[in-house]
Structure formats: C-alpha cells, structure tokens
C-alpha cells in the first residue's frame, strides 16, 4: 500500500527531521512500499529501521542505506553517540522515535486495523507452527485467496513486517505465525494480529530458558486468545498434548481439539505411510475420508487434522481441502531423493527436544531405506540450565531405533551418544562431517541432519546433495 512518510511520522509518533537545505513539505509526501532491515537491501521505495541490537548497530549504517532508501526510522539525533560523525543527507527524510522496534510494531498494528478480508489466524506453539501454518494456508488457497506469513517471520520483528504487507494484494483470509520466546511476547503479538481464530500445536521446551517451565510456556501460548470475543472466538488446541488437554473448558472461547485422540473433535484414524506418504482417516461428525499427504511423519498427521479442521470450521469443501496435500512441499522437512541413490532428510531449520524425536522417527519409520540409517544432530539452543539433560533424553530416545551410525556436531550434542550403542563420531565442522559423509553414503541409505538454526547444518546439506 502506498504510504507517504508524513503517514509514518503520525502512525510512529515520531518527528520528522531533515538536513538544513531540504524541504519538510516535499519529503513528508514521499511514497514508501517497503521496509527494509538490512542496509544491504533497501531501494528507491524502502524505508530503512535502524535497529540497535546486541552486537550491530543500524545507525552505522545509515550512509549505505540511503543511497538507495529515501527514508529511515532512527532513534538517535544527529551529533549524539551513534550518529556523531553523520549529519542528515539532504532530500532524505528521517523519523526519530524512542524505540524503534515499538515504533515498527505500531506499523503493523495500523496495517492490521485497515485489513478488510475475512478472518485473521494466529498459528504458535512450541513446535510444528511454521508447518501448520503451511498446511492451512495450502489447504485454504484451494478454496479462497490466502495472505500468510512467508518464511519464519513469526518474531516481535516478524510478524509486523508481515502486516506491513498484508494490503499489498487481496485476499479473503489470513494465516499468521506467532512465535514467542520471553514472558510478555504474546501480548505484543495480539495487540497487533488480533485473530479471530486461534490454532495451538502444543506445549514444548523451546525457549524454556527464558520461559522457566512448561506451565509457563502454555500460559504465554494460550495468552493468543487474549484479545477475542468470547462469542465468536475459536480456538483450536491439540488432543494430543496433555498439557493441552487440561485447559479443557477454560479457555474463554470456542475450542475445538484435533489429534488421535478418541475424543477429538477433528481427528486421524488408521495412520500409515505407503510409498512415502501419509495416510490416514480424516474423522468429524459422522463423516470419514481418506487423506494421502506428502507431510510424512505422525507429527504432521496431527497438523494435517488441525489444518482440515479449520478449513470445515469455515464452512469449506474439506475433500477438496484433504485433495490440495497430496503432493504438499513444506519449508521444514525435505526429502531429497540424490541421484547417487540416497535420500537426505533436510530439518536443519531448528531443534527442540519434541522436534528431534519427531525427526528421528520419520528416518526410523517413516522413510523406506534398503541400506543404512544415519542421524547427524547438533546442539539444541535455548534450552537452559537443563540442557544437558534435554539432550540426553534425545539420546535414550535414539536407543534400539535401529539407526546404524551418529555423528555429532556441537559441545551439548556430545550427550546424544549417552543412553545408547550407536557407532558415534564427532566432527569440529561442517565442512568436516560432510566430506566425511561423502565417504561413506551409498544408494539405498537415508541420512537426517537436524538442530538448531545456529548449527548451520544445511552447509552439511548442501556439501552432500
């Protein structure tokens, strides 16, 4: 949407500053489409944030990023410490306010309130949002016009540079990621996304440190019904997730549960997998279809039932909805069948204790392999002063799943060899462990490589495909 910096300078509560020679008037009227957080990526419609983070500074790098942007949210003056050696360029227009991340999400806030499509859904949990959040929005596109969340833009930065976007085309429904790592953050998120529908996939470890308990973390989860009307707020929750199932009746809104449970409002029955796909009975009221899903894996058979329940709950043509997953290609999990004749199993997105078992069984059980199978895990962050215990409870999982041999990367992945009798190495790089695995891969095994995005196990990936 075209939005002029006199706009932002009023959404912002910011003040507007310029250089000595440049007209307030004329720059105030400059049209802006884009956000850009990356100096490196602005152009002639962007309006550069100059965040200040732990270790960089955006204010340093102003100079680079106006030779492109006309615009930049600051939150310094000129001639104070982080802008001493700069002065404002001329025909550039600047907007200084307090916080810049505040001053970002009162952006998405005001993008939100001018959306007029259908209903807005807020997808979170511990793990499987970015998955589920794939899957209804597949799901949905099959029927009506979908506007999502692309990539993993679910953060306090994220999910306002979604909403910026959400008017850049129509559409009649949206399904927004909400990710959440510290007390507080869901609040934020609501504030701005306001859903009307609410899916939660269950209740983890994943930010534990700063969350303290799992109790904690569900209580921040289910703070995204927050903003509902009791009336017409739906919530969806997992059957599946005891720590779910307890909230039962005490949600302040609608809620439907979806899972394997017997008594799951939306749920999988007689689950399998045949020729590398999952298959399952899709369950709700008294009818009954069969889904056959690329999703592989038990964990997505649940955000399968939770992405179909939504589309029924909206009044859509669930066999055509079931009909859209069969050929299914998420961001997350990647099979790669090679033309050396073995297949990598891509999850080196990220890692919590509930994922890596997830994982773990899909090379176990639910990917066919005639040779060998090989896990290569790294080190799960943010798991806090437990975390050598969350990483050898991943390593008693590994016990008799029948994998041939482990490699490690990482100081805490070490505890993966505990609890078991796999053949383990441990490699110091990624660089080392893939020339390794060059060596060793032959057709007919299936190799998973996953843990936390700070691994950077895709170089791994990338190395051996």
């Not at 500074?57 to 003056?77: Q, R, V």
């Not at 399968?304 to 997350?332: E, I, M, N, P, W």
Request: aromatic letters at 6%.
């Amino acid at each position: 949407m075209n939005v002029q910096v006199d706009d932002l300078v009023r959404i912002t509560e910011g003040e507007l500053i310029t250089s000595d020679n440049t007209d307030k008037e004329t720059v105030g009227k400059i049209v802006l489409r884009n956000i850009a957080t990356d100096s490196r990526k602005t152009d002639e419609e962007s309006m550069f944030i100059a965040f200040r983070g732990e270790n960089v500074d955006g204010h340093k790098f102003l100079t680079s990023a106006l030779k492109n942007a006309p615009a930049a949210l600051i939150e310094e003056d000129f001639g104070t410490e982080g802008l001493a050696d700069q002065k404002p360029e001329d025909g550039k227009a600047y907007i200084r306010v307090d916080d810049c991340l505040a001053a970002l999400q009162k952006i998405g806030k005001y993008m939100r309130s001018l959306y007029k499509g259908g209903h807005i859904i807020g997808v979170t949990g511990s793990v499987g949002k970015t998955t589920t959040r794939e899957l209804i929005s597949h799901g949905l596109a099959a029927s009506l016009k979908v506007f999502h969340t692309e990539g993993n833009n679910n953060s306090q930065i994220g999910v306002p540079l979604t909403l910026s976007r959400i008017l850049d085309s129509e559409s009649d429904i949206s399904v927004l990621e909400m990710g959440i790592s510290e007390p507080g953050g869901m609040d934020k998120l609501t504030d701005m996304v306001n859903p009307d529908i609410a899916v939660v996939t269950n209740i983890g470890i994943a930010h534990i440190e700063f969350l303290k308990t799992q109790e904690g973390i569900r209580e921040e989860k289910l703070r995204i019904t927050g903003r509902m009307n009791p009336e017409t707020g739906v919530l969806f929750l997992n059957a599946d997730d005891k720590l779910l199932r307890d909230v039962k009746g005490k949600t302040g809104v609608k809620t439907f549960y979806y899972g394997t449970e017997p008594d799951a409002d939306y749920r999988a029955e007689n689950l399998s997998t045949e020729d590398g796909k999952s298959v399952f009975d899709f369950c709700y009221g008294a009818e009954r279809i069969k889904v056959v899903s690329s999703a592989i894996g038990r964990h997505n058979v649940l955000n399968l039932t939770a992405a179909l329940g939504v589309a029924d709950y909206l009044g859509l043509d669930v066999k055509k909805t079931a009909q859209s997953y069969k050929d299914f290609k998420g961001q997350r999990q990647n099979i790669i069948n090679t033309s050396a004749g073995y297949t990598i199993i891509d999850d080196t997105y990220n890692a919590s204790v509930d994922s890596m078992k997830a994982a773990i069984n899909v090379l176990c059980n639910d990917v066919k392999t005639e040779g060998r199978k090989i896990a290569v895990l790294g080190s799960m962050f943010e798991l806090g002063e437990r975390s050598a215990d969350y990483h050898k409870e991943v390593g008693a999982f590994l016990k008799d799943k029948g994998i041939d041999e482990l490699i490690v990367r990482g100081e805490e992945a070490e505890y993966y060899k505990e609890g078991n009798d796999i053949p383990a190495r441990s490699f110091d790089s990624n660089g080392e462990a893939a020339e390794y695995l060059k060596t060793v891969l032959k057709a007919g095994d299936s190799v998973l490589l996953k843990a936390s995005n700070g691994m950077k196990l895709k170089e791994i990936v990338e190395g051996i495909k």
